[in-house]
């Protein structure tokens, strides 16, 4: 397939761009496109072929529900139904921006878009290329992440390019995501509400709104039985090449753990590399020590993470060590994602 790449950014808008991908979409094919957490994969919404398409671009199992992108709040009841109140109090606060809700989907939605389920992930993103290419495109676009299935997700157009060229349409160049992180994502079926991912809204302000909401049981307990809520939280996400252990402990224990851990794997041949922050970079003595930036700066840290595992892809590292950070406000979902790429090799010292 012919994919063809496209810069849109305030500085370049591109209205017949927008208009040219909006078109793909109608007609059945795929745009990657920016939003403020990371690259999308989208397709029609309303349009079972295109969410197939999805799946197969991706590479993802088809049980891996879509969410479902809208650029306007009141086009919530196209897609769902049985909405609570609190839906739209939530949406008055929070859209456009990093929150996901779901929700009863209405039947008219088909079920290859929210994988067999019958309820459906709702955003608004808030990035204006974003809101352009949904209305430019009737309105609803279905979008995973816009990474190969396992893959970190996309926070900058070249990994895009590298994942997905050549299956997909257009891709639109929008530069790098200002979060950097998936959204948040919160159960409104069931009571009490539920947070089945954490991101960058984070426990502590949805708690303000919703005083009783909890995590899925799986999302704080990575050994737990239950299966997480969300299905695409139980794979191995964002795992880079190499393998991942991440270290928890006070800062000296863990800076002399990881260096010893890294003489004994250079001593096997093995290529190093250590993510650690702003405060502690220059202590390591890996291969390569790549910063996260300032640990009293959770944004930052956030922001950078996807992007780091995709450097340490590009340069081979074998095995990485990483520093972890306390589980809470922002934190907590990037800890929630540092897990997960190590495939829950957490070592306390
Ligand atoms: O920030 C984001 O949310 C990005 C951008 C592109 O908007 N999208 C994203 O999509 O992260 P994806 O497909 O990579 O992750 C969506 C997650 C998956 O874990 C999926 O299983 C879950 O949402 N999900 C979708 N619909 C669901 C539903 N009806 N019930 C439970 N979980 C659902
Ligand atoms: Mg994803």
Redesign the pocket.
């Known amino acids: 397939m012919n994919t063809k790449v496209v810069k849109i950014n305030r500085i370049q808008p591109n209205p017949g761009a927008i208009y040219e991908a909006g078109n793909i979409i109608k007609s059945g094919g795929l745009v990657a496109f920016p939003?403020e957490?990371?690259?999308?994969l989208g397709g029609d919404a309303f349009n079972p072929d295109s969410s197939r398409k999805i799946y197969e671009a991706k590479g993802r199992p088809s049980d891996?529900?879509?969410?479902v992108?809208i650029s306007n709040i009141t086009d919530i009841d196209a897609v769902a139904t049985d909405i609570p109140a609190q839906a739209y109090e939530l949406a008055a606060r929070f859209w456009p921006g990093?929150l996901?809700m779901?929700l009863k989907?209405r039947p008219e939605l088909p079920k290859e878009t929210?994988?067999g389920?019958d309820?459906?992930?709702i955003?608004m993103?808030v990035n204006e290329v974003a809101l352009d290419l949904i209305t430019a495109s009737g309105g609803f676009i279905a979008?995973?992440?816009?990474n190969r299935s396992g893959k970190p997700?996309p926070t900058q157009a070249q990994y895009v390019i590298e994942d997905m060229y050549g299956f997909v349409d257009m891709i639109i160049d929008g530069g790098d995501c200002d979060i950097g992180l998936?959204?948040t994502?919160i159960?409104l079926t069931t009571s009490p509400v539920m947070i089945?991912?954490p991101?960058f809204i984070t426990y502590e302000t949805l708690k303000e709104i919703i005083p009783d909401i909890v995590f899925d049981g799986a999302v704080i307990d990575s050994d737990s039985e239950e299966p997480p809520?969300?299905?695409?939280?139980k794979y191995r996400h964002y795992a880079p090449k190499a393998e991942m252990t991440l270290v928890t402990g006070s800062v000296d224990n863990v800076i002399s753990y990881i260096n010893d851990r890294i003489a004994a794997k250079s001593a096997e041949g093995l290529k190093t590399g250590v993510i650690a922050t702003d405060e502690t970079h220059y202590l390591y003595n890996a291969d390569s020590v790549k910063s996260l930036g300032s640990r009293k700066n959770e944004k930052q840290i956030a922001k950078n993470l996807f992007k780091v595992l995709r450097e340490f892809d590009d340069e081979d590292i074998d095995v990485i060590y990483a520093e972890s950070f306390e589980e809470k406000g922002v934190f907590r979902a990037t800890m929630n994602r540092m897990i997960k790429a190590s495939g829950n090799k957490e070592v306390r010292v």
Not at 37 to 40: E, L, Q
Not at 64 to 67: G, S
Not at 229 to 233: D, K, Q, V
């Open positions: 939003t957490t990371v690259y999308g891996n529900p879509l969410i992108h990093p996901t779901i989907k929210t994988g389920l309820t459906v992930a955003r993103p979008a995973p992440s816009a997700s998936e959204s994502i159960d089945l991912r991101g809520r969300a299905p695409g939280m």
